[in-house]
């Protein structure tokens, strides 16, 4: 349910090749929730791998698990129903590719309904319109006519009795434990994808990637991937990328000329990210946290920001971009000597350029030597004195 095609071209990703993403605008999408400390709390996927476990059905099934499995089902849609709504039908890429409405556990159990007690027995019925109704499922008609009997409460035959079943139908169990375990599998990859974009993911950003706010080069980016690998037991070496195929395929947007794409099947979203992710950084496409509202955005290969522009909530025709450098320049200024000798310097040849004791070129002409010094200080290339007694000058 949760696999996907994705078509790599320069900066783009084309999810089952109609939805276009910019790389690494998924990732960001995931960065900007905060379901990992309910997922981690709740213990939520260590719950659901004891439910799977617990509904397979076999003939040396522990008893309490046969009679808690009707139970024990409706357990693991409460948590599956949450998941789906939390997160499924609200991020990318699944909020756009997954058809409505979801398959759900119960779908997935009606497909071998063979297994469990109908109530039907001796009613001799043939049509199930939906007046057929028994205390383990009622009758259903859809918008075509057919009908069908649906379960809605899953009791299964006791696991004594499966020591009597045929070659045949043991093949059928065998398959329905197949499904029934497929199903958690999904969404058991899904959250440990989840958690793998809070635990590794967002900590390499914050921490390293952004350590000199400004782009990396090719060789900070691997110097970063080691020193994180090397300082942290949650780290990219645990994330094992699988792809399912790999090939090229050519696409066309509407308008536009024909693109040669990378073609890579995803059998789930954390080997997606991980492709994505590294792909997304050689072009520049990062994830950045905005040091004003702390939200995530994505730098888009252009100019490095340090803040969004995300509306203020309390000044709607200002953005976290126009006020957060403002606001920076002015601690700079406050807190850090080497900015507030510039800063002090910069006020009183400004005052001499507007009593015309300067001359516009002379006004830049100096701004840039002031800039050079600044900048030749701050990197350790001169000391402060020398450049406190230029600015002085």
């Known amino acids: 349910m949760f696999s996907f095609r994705a078509y790599f071209f320069e900066g783009g990703v084309y999810i089952n090749e109609k939805q276009k993403y910019a790389a690494n605008e998924i990732l960001t999408a995931y960065l900007n929730t905060d379901y990992a400390d309910e997922i981690d709390k709740g213990q939520i996927i260590h719950e659901l791998k004891q439910l799977r476990d617990r509904l397979m059905i076999s003939a040396d099934m ?21 998941v789906n709504e939390w997160m499924i039908v609200s991020l990318p890429p699944y909020d756009r590719i997954l058809t409505r409405p979801l398959n759900r556990l119960d779908d997935v159990l009606n497909q071998h309904s063979f297994i469990f007690k109908t109530g039907l027995e001796g009613l001799g019925v043939d049509y199930f319109d939906w ?22 409460r899953f009791c299964t035959c006791e696991p004594e009795d499966i020591g009597y079943f045929d070659e045949d139908l043991l093949d059928d169990l065998r398959e329905m434990n197949e499904d029934v375990c497929s199903f958690f599998d ?9 958690m793998t974009v809070h635990e590794i993911f967002r900590p390499f950003i914050d921490r390293y990637l952004h350590r000199r706010e400004a782009f990396p080069t090719a060789k900070e980016v691997a ?20 792809m399912n195929s790999f090939g090229y395929k050519v696409l066309k947007e509407t308008d536009s000329e024909q693109m ?18 590294f792909s997304g950084i050689r072009k520049n496409h990062i994830p950045n946290k905005c040091k004003n509202c702390g939200r995530y955005f994505l730098l888009n290969g252009g100019q490095y920001y340090s803040y969004c522009d995300n509306t203020l909530p309390d000044e709607p025709d200002k953005t976290c971009r126009d006020v957060g450098s403002r606001r920076r320049y002015a601690d700079k200024c406050k807190n850090d000597p080497i900015w ?17 004791k300067m001359s516009v070129s002379e006004f830049e002409q100096w701004s840039r ?16 004195g020398e450049y406190y007694a230029e600015m002085r000058k």
């Open 369 to 384: 030597y002031a800039v050079q010094m600044r900048e030749k200080t701050i990197a350790g290339e001169m000391g402060f």
């Open 186 to 194: 999904e969404y058991i990859s899904f959250l440990e994808s989840y």
């Open 260 to 277: 040669l794409c990378e073609e890579i099947l995803f059998d789930d979203l954390q080997s997606f990210l991980y492709y994505d992710f």
């Open 340 to 356: 507030q000798t510039y800063n002090r310097a910069y006020k009183a040849h400004y005052a001499r350029y507007m009593k015309k």
């Open 62 to 82: 522990d008893y309490e698990d046969y009679e808690r499995y009707n139970r024990n089902v409706y357990a693991a849609m409460q948590i599956l129903d949450r």
């Open 131 to 152: 007046d057929v109704v028994t205390d383990f499922g009622t009758g259903e008609v859809d918008e075509d006519g057919n009908s069908r009997f649906r379960l809605h």
């Open 223 to 242: 110097d970063y991937f080691e020193a994180f690998n090397s300082e942290h037991t949650r780290n990219f070496k645990k994330i094992h990328c699988r």
